[in-house]
Every structure is written in C-alpha cells, then in structure tokens.
C-alpha cells in the first residue's frame, strides 16, 4: 500500500522552501494563512480540541490552531524535509508534534480525535475510500471533519490536464464523487463546495505577489525558480478556466 508522493522531485529542500515563499511563512499549499484562517472559522474548537492535520507540511495550520485555539496537533507527512523543518519550529511548543508517516498505516485508538484537518494534501493517496474508513473510526462522536483538495471534472478532460496530473503523481476525483466516498465512509452532513473561482482568484493573487516581489524572491532563489512557479500557477488557472481542473472543499460530521 502507498502513496502517490514526491515522484518528480516536488518537495525537495529547495522545492520546499520556494513554495513558501509564495505561500507564506509555514506554507505549501494555495492561500497560506488566509485560507487557514477563513476554514477555521466554519469550524468549532473547544478546550484542547485534538486535532489530526494529515500532509501537515511546515506546520503552519497546525501552529496556528494551537496558538488561536489552545487545540493539541498531531501533524503527519510522508516529506522528511518538511517533517525536520516543521519540528525544528515545534521546539518549545508543547501542544503540536509532527511525525513523518504514511497515515494509512497509522494504527490510532478509536475516538482519537475531535478534528481531522487537511489541506491539498490527499491527492497523493489513491485509496481514499479505505483512509476515510480510517478517518470515520478515530473520529470522535460529534467531531469534524474538513478537507480542502485539488479535483477533476466529472466528465473527459484534456490530454494536457491528464499529463499534468500523471507527471505530478496525483489521484483526483469529482468534487461530488469525493463527497459521496466521505458519506460512504460513516461521516455525516457532509458539504461540498466546489471551489475553483475562489482557488482561481487566489492564484492570481499568488501569482501577482510574486510578480511585485520579483526582486526579493531572487535573492533567495533564481530566474528558473520564478519562471517555474509563474508558469505553473498559469497552467492551473488555464486548467480550472478549461473546466478540467476544480478544487473542493468538505466539511462533514
């Protein structure tokens, strides 16, 4: 059993850290804190809520639901990279810890968690319909569930889209199929957005930040750098306009 991940070199050190330079401090996925913030606010935290951030990344929704809301984060990647950086940061934190794992083979007890969080993340796990089994089993009774993901259109997309996802190791599913896998798995008044104008709008934004800030991502980085990211972030913006690509959002009980 595996995961679709880092096959072409994505999260090196290098990779990494470029990433977060357009995504913000503790970042690698579109909207950075923003978006962290704006998610947090549909959901509902109490004293210690226990939280699981699968593909928790640098840490940077984990560090800050543990700041806002007192929450206690367990923090899971398949990147070493991102696992050293992120508990590097950790250091005196007493309430987030992060381990570099596969979450589908993690054995936790049942009713583990109050929150299951996770952002861009689960487009490199092919069997999403046994990890949601797991999901629905350490939940807890009356917790949450939310997680953002990159999707595909329900019907034929184009040969270039489908060269994207293959080359980028990725495994996507409709927004309303992913959905139904989630209501399958146990979860209930499960909601799906789909969210590709706002993703599109944040893209943009992205791409238009590090266009102004051209001068100071190359102290750091490269011209290669900066044309890779600005072409990347074009090829999905043309993707979501095509109708190929789509992003989602779910939250369910």
Not at 102 to 128: C, G, Y
Not at 237 to 249: A, K, P, R, S, Y
């Amino acid at each position: 059993m595996s995961s679709n991940y880092d096959n072409n070199g994505q999260y090196s050190r290098h990779s990494i850290l470029r990433y977060e330079q357009i995504f913000g401090h503790g970042f690698v996925s579109s909207g950075g804190m923003k978006l962290t913030k704006s998610f947090c606010d549909r959901l509902t935290f109490s004293n210690n809520t226990r939280v699981l951030d699968i593909g928790s990344g640098l840490g940077g929704a984990a560090f800050y639901m543990a700041e806002k809301y007192g929450a206690s984060v367990v923090g899971l990647d398949l990147s070493e990279v991102m696992i050293e950086i992120a508990n590097e940061r950790a250091k005196g934190i007493s309430n987030v810890e992060f381990h570099l794992a596969d979450v589908l083979t993690m054995d936790f007890e049942e009713n583990s968690f109050d929150l299951i969080w996770s952002r861009d993340a689960l487009l490199h796990i092919p069997q999403k319909a046994e990890l949601f089994a797991l999901l629905a089993k350490w939940l807890a009774p009356g917790g949450q569930i939310m997680i953002s993901d990159y999707a595909r259109s329900a019907n034929k997309v184009s040969s270039d889209f489908q060269d994207y996802v293959d080359q980028s190791g990725y495994d996507l599913l409709d927004v309303e199929t992913y959905g139904a896998l989630l209501t399958e798995a146990g979860f209930q008044h499960v909601k799906n957005e789909d969210w590709s104008q706002q993703f599109m709008e944040v893209l943009r934004a992205e791409q238009n930040t590090l266009r102004h800030d051209r001068e100071q991502f190359l102290q750091h980085f490269s011209h290669e750098d900066l044309d890779y990211l600005v072409e990347r972030w074009e090829r999905k913006i043309q993707f979501c306009l095509n109708g190929d690509m789509h992003t989602g959002l779910w939250h369910g009980k």
